[in-house]
């Protein structure tokens, strides 16, 4: 069965960086590009980018771009996303998901299809 | 602010029926509404995505539709089981995927 396992909750202090790791299985892992969704505590869901399988593209949402890094490695099937420069507002728990696309004759649909199970990172100082 | 609007609650008999909607502009491109269902402490499930697919172990009575600017996610016959947060998700004017701001489902 399809499963993404994450890395564990980290606590930061402002300005410091956090890499997240999501190890996925029970599929072909070069077959489908991951997405990284944040959720602030109570709060809704923010899209921060997606990353191909094979690292070869990336599409950040304009509020990281100049902060994220993602990225996967085919040998691990393992997806990484960097968040640098962390402020207080940054914490929230942290999603991976797996990214595939629909597509009939009435449009077009991007699912999430999978999730990992979630990583709490706080930043406190 | 989200650019996808949703009702923050609503509330349902058992067994009854519920429509969860979503509003927003640029639902009126040719991309597809999809609906998520959060429960508490946990990651969220896929529940509909395109016309009105379900993937594998999403019961029946979850449904979607849409008309112009509005997407729709139906629960006909409410559980208990049911009772979480429904998020949808589409693209935003800037071509980016957005999430709507949630809808909280009690079932009483």
């Known amino acids: 069965q399809v499963q993404l396992v994450q890395s564990g909750g980290e606590v930061k202090g402002p300005g410091a960086s956090v890499k997240v790791s999501c190890k996925a299985s029970g599929y072909t892992f070069s077959s489908f590009g991951i997405v990284w969704v944040r959720q602030a505590p109570g709060q809704g869901f923010e899209w921060m980018g997606w990353v191909s399988a094979n690292n070869d593209s990336r599409n950040y949402a304009q509020n990281f771009q100049d902060r994220v890094t993602m990225t996967t490695e085919t040998s691990t099937t393992t997806a990484y996303m960097e968040l640098r420069t962390l402020r207080p507002d940054d914490t929230a728990v942290y999603y991976c998901a797996r990214y595939a696309n629909f597509y009939d004759s009435g449009g077009y649909a991007e699912l999430f299809d999978f999730w990992g199970q979630g990583t709490l990172v706080a930043v406190s100082s | 602010s989200s650019e996808l609007s949703q009702d923050p609650a609503v509330s349902v008999a058992l067994g009854q029926t519920v429509r969860i909607t979503c509003l927003g502009d640029?639902?009126?491109?040719?991309?597809?509404t999809t609906w998520y269902q959060q429960k508490p402490g946990q990651a969220p499930v896929l529940v509909i995505y395109?016309?009105?697919n379900r993937p594998s172990g999403i019961p029946d009575r979850f449904s979607g539709s849409s008309s112009r600017n509005t997407a729709s996610l139906t629960i006909t016959g409410a559980q208990a089981d049911d009772e979480a947060a429904y998020y949808c998700t589409s693209r935003d004017s800037g071509g980016y995927p957005r999430f709507g701001g949630g809808t909280k489902v009690t079932v009483l």
């Open positions: 395109g016309r009105n």
């Open positions: 640029s639902l009126r491109s040719h991309y597809y």
